[in-house]
């Protein structure tokens, strides 16, 4: 597997775009991913009962089995409670799309992300799908500019691409994906889009999401808030040339590698990039007697409040994060838990068997220092292990969003 230097236009036939719509002040506002070739589309979605309509037209599309060319994305207004109106201009954008680009309407996604409760400005968006059309384009810039353009809170865009060989073509995965705050997902305002030139069975594809969504952005956690606009999008376009992916066995496992590689660096990408923060708080549980165990013991700690503001302190708080493991719902032994910080700075166990080793709180320190700090608590009951990633928690979180609408 090689990691490349690249956003979604990486993958052969792709093209994307990002511009200023005029629906936020002064930043760009609408994103446009284009392949010209159909693609086999599937998807994801939050579990709040409370579903933005694009959520709602999404799912829609995806599982009707049609085949799709375009995503259009806004950021600034998430289309979120704004009843049947919203979903009028689901279908307007479509529509526009389909006659834009020459396409079939029922072959056109949509995704937004902002404020909850607004209705889409259209005179603004509609109009912006063309201006997207004549700025489409494959280079690396243009999938930069996408995902710059659904942007909200987030300090920085978020990419990735890599490449493996399947049936001796090179095959492309890659995407982009935002999300800050409002982060916890289930299937935050979060929204990830993936491309590939896989050849593979919209079958596969799902069930390829479906699994490592679980591991990947299942295990994020900036603020425990769950988003009414969650969604990751995956297309392919089979323009890679390589053999049909239509049972599982080798191609379908080296797909899958890729695919999850890209998952999870976004997903971190996210965690990393949460409201505020000033670390990357990577949770690693292992010696678990199941995977569910091990998932939700460390989602447990990576969502804990007072373990977060620890991480943010550089405090060495070790019992914060036993008490999150006991309130988790899992079934462990806490005089057999042993914990360990770790990052660039070195590793240091804390605990064993539920109680303080002879730390140096100086070396805590500074390994909690680290732009990126790692606890891995060993329940020694098993084989399984799980990750969980999320931040610390600051001052600025509480800033960022006592005045997010202004």
């Known amino acids: 597997m090689k990691v490349i230097d690249g956003g979604v236009t990486a993958p052969i036939g792709y093209q994307a775009a990002g511009i200023q719509a005029g629906i936020k002040k002064d930043k760009k506002d609408m994103a446009l991913v284009y392949s010209e070739a159909p693609c086999e589309a599937a998807g994801v ?33 998430a289309n979120a409670c704004t009843g049947e109106e919203g979903m009028g201009y689901c279908k307007d954008t ?33 109009p912006g799908i063309s201006i997207l059309k004549d700025h489409l384009g494959s280079a690396r810039e243009d999938a930069h500019e996408a995902a710059t353009a659904i942007m909200t809170t987030d300090t920085v865009p978020k990419e990735t691409a890599v490449q493996v060989e399947i049936g001796g073509k090179t095959v492309t995965v890659a995407g982009m994906c935002k ?8 299937m935050c305002t979060m929204l990830c889009f993936l491309t590939t030139d896989a050849n593979i069975s919209k079958e596969l594809l799902q069930k390829a999401l479906s699994k490592d969504v679980e591991d990947t952005f299942n295990m994020i956690s900036v603020d425990g808030d769950t988003s009414t606009n969650d969604t990751v999008l995956v297309m392919a376009n089979g323009q890679s040339g390589c053999p049909r992916i ?5 191609n379908y496992d080296t797909f899958y590698a890729a695919f999850h590689q890209v998952m999870e660096t976004l997903c971190k990408k996210i965690a990393g990039d949460g409201e505020g923060c000033t670390a990357l708080f990577e949770v690693k549980v292992v010696g678990a007697d199941s995977r569910e165990q091990a998932r939700t013991l460390a989602k447990s700690i990576v969502t804990s409040s007072l373990t977060k503001a ?37 590793k240091l166990k804390i605990v064993e068997n539920g109680t303080a080793t002879d730390y140096s709180e100086e070396k805590a320190t500074e ?30 979180y509480v800033s960022i969003n006592a005045d997010y609408r202004s």
């Open 310 to 346: 620890a991480i943010y302190g550089h405090d060495a708080n070790w019992g914060r994060i036993l008490c999150a493991m006991g309130y988790s719902g899992a079934s462990f032994d806490p005089e057999k838990v042993d914990i360990y910080f770790e990052s660039e700075n070195g």
């Open 179 to 186: 999300g800050s705050g409002m982060i916890h997902p289930n």
């Open 246 to 250: 239509e049972t599982e066995g080798e």
């Open 94 to 126: 479509c529509d526009e799309a389909a006659k834009v680009l020459g396409i079939p309407a029922d072959s056109v996604l949509v995704a937004s992300t902002g404020v909850i409760g607004f209705q889409l400005p259209m005179d603004k968006l509609l």
């Open 45 to 77: 979605f939050t579990r709040n009962l409370v579903q933005a309509a694009p959520v709602k037209w999404d799912r829609m599309v995806v599982q009707s089995g049609a085949k799709c060319h375009a995503v259009v994305v806004n950021s600034g207004v």
């Open 367 to 396: 390994i909690l220092s680290a732009s990126a700090v790692t606890a891995i608590a060993d329940v020694k009951m098993g084989e399984e292990s799980a990750t969980a990633w999320g931040c610390d928690l600051t001052h600025e």
